[in-house]
């Protein structure tokens, strides 16, 4: 998993949300409140009754400086009660206890959880950002059935994606530098195709997740303006060129956003 550095997230804001919103809407046709029923299926949640707690972690590589301030007004902007504790680490979860708070949304160095206390229920970023940005790419994309929908990265959160667009009756397509993490992917979902060469595959396919943190994997003779491209990973493995060629309102990507929104509808969605 890629480290988030200050410069990553140091935009994300509430005036700056409001705009993502906008484009976020013109891309999938939902807003992100929208997005956040969506992904627990409807199930009408109001928002305003959950409180949230942030809580700094300084653990290992120890705080990220603006983390939990993102994390913060993303909660906000989606109409959650949501504070940052004071202190960090078991103290500021100790002090979220004592302010009787709903969920908690911490981060290490390995692992970025909600912890749902009353629902004695934890959602990790990686399982929630998968499904995120496959559902995403399904919105975009209007329909997936039956379409071939390529997956480069089987990771965690490649994963993820890949259970959702089987859920959704996609054919998946997937690709990983990494063979054997292939076979065990295949061995798990035993549907999927495994390609080995992008270069082959990559003109037909239009609908792309690149859950794999390397630069450029997709060029320009890999794209059209029909392509979608769901790019949760950092860096953005698409080269300058090719991003020009991809009409803006078919590429989804951002480094936070959609992670937490989708790990708060989760955390708090009633069906498994
Ligand atoms: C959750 C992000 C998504 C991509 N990479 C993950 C990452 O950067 N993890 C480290 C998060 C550390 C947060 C730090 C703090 O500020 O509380 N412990």
């Given at each position: 998993m890629t480290r988030l550095t200050s410069d990553d997230i140091a935009h994300i804001n509430l005036f700056y949300l409001k705009d993502y919103n906008s484009e976020f809407k013109a891309r999938t046709g939902k807003t992100l409140l929208e997005f956040a029923q969506y992904l627990i299926e409807?199930?009408?949640?109001?928002?305003?009754?959950i409180r949230s707690a942030v809580v700094p972690i300084t653990s290992g590589k120890g705080i990220i400086p603006g983390f939990s301030e993102a994390v913060f007004s993303i909660l906000k902007f989606i109409g959650c009660k949501v504070f940052i504790t004071t202190k960090t680490d078991i103290a500021g979860f100790f002090e979220a206890f004592q302010k009787k708070v709903d969920l908690i949304f911490a981060a290490d160095d390995e692992l970025f959880s909600v912890f749902n206390l009353g629902a004695r229920k934890a959602i990790e970023n990686s399982f929630a950002t998968g499904k995120a940005y496959a559902a995403a790419l399904e919105l975009v994309a209007k329909n997936i059935e039956n379409k071939e929908v390529l997956v480069i990265g089987v990771g965690k959160v490649g994963i993820s994606a890949i259970k959702y667009f089987l859920e959704k009756k996609a054919r998946v397509v997937i690709f990983d530098r990494d063979k054997e993490r292939l076979k065990l992917v295949k061995k798990e979902f035993s549907s999927v195709r495994i390609e080995s060469n992008l270069d082959s595959i990559?003109?037909?396919?239009k609908l792309i997740l690149i859950a794999a943190p390397a630069k450029d994997l997709i060029q320009e003779h890999h794209v059209n303006y029909e392509t979608i491209i769901a790019c949760p990973a950092i860096?953005?493995?698409?080269t300058k060129v090719a991003w020009k060629m991809?009409?803006?309102?078919?590429f989804i990507h951002d480094p936070l956003q959609l992670g937490v929104i989708s790990m708060l509808a989760l955390s708090i969605k009633n069906k498994s």
């Open positions: 409807d199930e009408k949640i109001d928002f305003g009754k990559l003109p037909e396919i860096p953005i493995g698409v991809i009409k803006p309102t078919r």
